[in-house]
């Protein structure tokens, strides 16, 4: 079964960086668009950024462009997602997805989660 496993949150200071990663398995992660979402205190899950099979089509919100860089070791089925800039409105779970050809990130599957925290 496809099994994602975030790591990496903390805390950080405003303007500090952090890098997740998640790995995973269950699947042909070579093969799958994988994706960075995020779950703020008190609101709903958003999309962060996403990336094709290749790493070639990469995409973000425009909430983190310019301060995220999201990219993958298809040999060690790792995904990252290297976080510079950070602002406390950074703070959030931030999740990675698997989201099937065809199909929407709403309905992806994603792992538990790793807590990151923005201090200003």
């Known amino acids: 079964q496809v099994q994602l496993v975030e790591s990496g949150g903390g805390l950080v200071q405003s303007g500090g960086s952090l890098r997740l990663s998640c790995a995973a398995s269950?699947?042909?992660?070579?093969?799958?668009?994988m994706y960075w979402l995020r779950q703020a205190p008190g609101k709903g899950l958003e999309w962060v950024s996403h990336i094709n099979s290749s790493g070639g089509t990469i995409r973000y919100a425009d909430s983190v462009k310019g301060r995220f860089t999201i990219s993958r070791d298809n040999a060690k089925n790792t995904l990252y997602l290297q976080m510079n800039g950070l602002k406390p409105e950074d703070t959030a779970v931030y999740y990675c997805a698997k989201v099937d050809p065809g199909s929407t990130w709403q309905r992806g599957v994603w792992g538990q989660g790793t807590q990151v925290t923005v201090s200003s």
């Open positions: 269950g699947f042909t992660f070579s093969r799958s668009w």
